[in-house]
């Protein structure tokens, strides 16, 4: 849904807000000129970063106008009320584009690591070793061994409980042994 929001308003500037300004760069400049054309708009700023368009204009210019404006230059489907809260697509992705490219790329490491060493090292054991190099060195750089925070405790206990228990855990039928009277 493409929604249009005012994000404040005063007697001389209006900021307006949607979605749209930051995955359209040739939306921006449409909007800009539409707004701009409106008699009595001095200024129209665009923050694609921020969806936001920015506009100064005189008091006597009417918000109506500026997000009927808005709203045929954009293709709006609906204009939201003051303190209405913008629409959330039901649909979630799976994960970021980012976090996509981040995990092929820790692969691609992986399976460069693997190759060069003949199958030796991967990007897990390198990981390990790293940590339990860092570790005795501040052991052995500090004179301390000092007690790690709860929660790594607690994640620690967990995710070996975890390993250690798999097989446990994919084996279970569902019965926990409670009596079924």
């Not at 929001?5 to 300004?21: E, F, M």
């Not at 409106?38 to 500026?66: C, N, Q, W």
Request: proline share 7%.
């Amino acid at each position: 849904m493409r929604w249009l929001a005012i994000a404040h308003h005063l007697p001389d500037r209006t900021r307006l807000r949607t979605p749209v300004l930051r995955k359209d760069p040739a939306a921006c400049e449409r909007l800009a000129d539409a707004l701009a054309g409106i008699p009595g708009v001095r200024e129209v700023k665009i923050r694609p970063y921020t969806g936001s368009a920015l506009v100064f204009h005189d008091e006597r210019v009417a918000i109506e106008i500026l997000l009927e404006m808005a709203r045929r230059t954009l293709a709006i489907d609906r204009v939201l009320a003051a303190g209405e809260d913008p629409p959330i697509a039901p649909q979630v992705p799976a994960f970021s584009s980012l976090a996509r490219k981040l995990v092929v790329a820790v692969r691609e490491i992986d399976r460069d690591l693997r190759r060069g060493s003949d199958g030796t090292v991967d990007l897990g054991m390198l990981a390990t070793l790293g940590f339990l190099g860092a570790g005795a060195a501040e052991v052995v750089a500090s004179g301390k061994l000092r007690m790690p925070p709860w929660f790594n405790l607690a994640w620690w206990g967990f995710r070996t409980f975890m390993t250690t228990e798999q097989p446990e855990i994919n084996a279970d039928d569902g019965d926990d042994g409670a009596d079924p009277r």
